[in-house]
């Protein structure tokens, strides 16, 4: 009798333990995944997912820390547009997310998805106005959104790539005031943009100061290891990385853009005071800006000859240098290869110069110089067609 009953009740603790499992199982069913970007996971129902914090599971979490959110009730169509504008398929894509959009029963993220997925169709189809316009819609519509930060970022950027300098600025300027940002790289970065605007217009001077005094003012953002790791080396603190790479880059272009306003003396030792610092990231700087100083200066001649096509020699071969033994970042790389081609413009190698500007144009699409690079090869075409004089 005792062991019948033992039975009984092992058979029923295992029927309320299958149960609570497949009770179990239906409930991870319904939970949200958000994945962070230190590689971690947060499962449970996502409540919010707002401009400054994704609220999971009963926990607020910054929106900056949020690398991507998967919903239970994703529908199947939605993730096969994900997939097809991943292959550049974005007709097919639209269609699917117009399917996604008439599914029943999913929460509301999926119409901020869809409207956001759509502007970004047309931004990766380079159709800059109509992005833009998307991009504009969207942030009238879901202004807390958690993507407003791209949004609003692409809005400057298609600007830039259809060569309203002007326009740019002003959107890079809206992002840098918005006080939402203020705590973020991205206030320093639009900043960093802002000013690359001035540049690109030829008003060197006014981007030689502000990208100092940009420099000075994401120092004083740094923590006290932040700024630690500009002049040590180590690596800088989680979240800063950013703010460090910002600091470099800002004291990088202060000088060049000095250079390029006339004062390339001046600029030259600087970057010769950076080539004799300790650490690798400084050093770097200083011998590139020299080499690329050299062809400022040369580039100022009006003719290039006898002595002078030396001078340009030894400014490639310290270019080619540079390249091989201290350009560290594809932007450096880029902008050696930039100015490599400058110098073989200067010694008429057009050729030569062309391979340069193709280079960056195909390899670096995304970096500063590209641009410049655009607009040379340009340049060398209009001129490939036409005699020489005395013909």
Same mark, same amino acid.
């Not at 001078?311 to 490639?316: F, G, L």
């Not at 970042?329 to 200067?346: C, F, K, M």
């Given at each position: 009798m005792k062991r019948h009953v033992t039975v009984l009740l092992t058979a029923l603790v295992v029927v309320l333990l299958a149960g609570l499992v497949a009770g179990a199982e239906e409930q991870k069913k319904d939970l949200d995944r958000v994945l962070l970007k230190n590689g971690k996971v947060v499962n449970g129902k996502v409540l919010a997912e707002k401009w400054d914090k994704v609220t999971c599971g009963g926990r607020s979490i910054p929106t900056t820390q949020v690398l991507d959110?998967?919903?239970?009730?994703?529908?199947?169509?939605?993730?096969?547009?994900?997939?097809?504008?991943?292959? $550049? %398929?974005?007709?097919?894509? =639209?269609? @699917?997310?117009?399917?996604? %959009?008439?599914?029943?029963?999913?929460? $509301?993220?999926? @119409?901020?998805?869809?409207?956001y997925y759509k502007a970004e169709i047309e931004w990766r189809r380079s159709n800059w106005e109509e992005a833009r316009k998307l991009y504009r819609d969207f942030l009238k519509n879901y202004p807390d959104s958690r993507f407003i930060r791209t949004a609003s970022w692409r809005i400057a950027q298609s600007l830039l790539n259809q060569g309203s300098y002007e326009a740019a600025g002003d959107a890079f300027g809206n992002i840098f005031r918005d006080s939402r940002f203020a705590r973020e790289?991205?206030?320093? @970065? *639009?900043?960093?943009?802002q000013i690359y605007t001035l540049e690109v217009r030829g008003q060197y001077m006014d981007a030689y100061t502000q990208y100092l005094d940009t420099k000075q003012k994401i120092l004083t953002s740094l923590s006290r290891d932040g700024r630690d790791a500009l002049f040590s080396g180590k690596k800088p603190p989680e979240g800063e990385e950013e703010l460090?790479?910002?600091?470099?880059?800002? =004291?990088?272009? $202060?000088? =060049?853009? %000095? &250079?390029l306003s006339g004062r390339i003396d001046e600029a030259y030792e600087e970057f010769r005071k950076l080539s004799r610092k300790a650490t690798k990231a400084l050093k770097n700087l200083g011998v590139i800006g020299m080499a690329i100083c050299d062809v400022v200066r040369l580039s100022k001649l009006d003719e290039i000859t006898g002595d002078a096509v030396?001078?340009?020699?030894? &400014?490639?071969?310290?270019? *080619?240098?540079s390249f091989i033994?201290? &350009?560290?970042?594809?932007?450096?790389?880029?902008?050696?290869?930039?100015?490599? $081609?400058?110098?073989?413009?200067?010694l008429n190698v057009d050729e030569e110069a062309k391979a340069y500007f193709s280079l960056v144009a195909d390899v670096y699409p995304d970096s500063l110089v590209a641009r410049l690079c655009k607009k040379e090869l340009e340049e060398l075409q209009k001129t490939a067609g036409k005699p020489e004089e005395g013909e």
């Open positions: 959110i998967i919903h239970y009730d994703t529908p199947p169509d939605f993730l096969e547009a994900l997939d097809l504008i991943d292959k $550049g %398929q974005y007709d097919n894509a =639209l269609f @699917k997310l117009k399917l996604a %959009q008439d599914t029943p029963h999913v929460r $509301g993220w999926l @119409k901020v998805y869809i409207a790289p991205l206030h320093w @970065k *639009a900043r960093f943009w460090v790479h910002l600091y470099f880059e800002s =004291l990088y272009r $202060g000088h =060049l853009t %000095q &250079a030396e001078k340009v020699n030894a &400014a490639r071969l310290a270019l *080619a240098r033994f201290f &350009a560290s970042t594809d932007e450096r790389r880029a902008e050696l290869l930039y100015w490599s $081609g400058v110098a073989a413009l200067l």
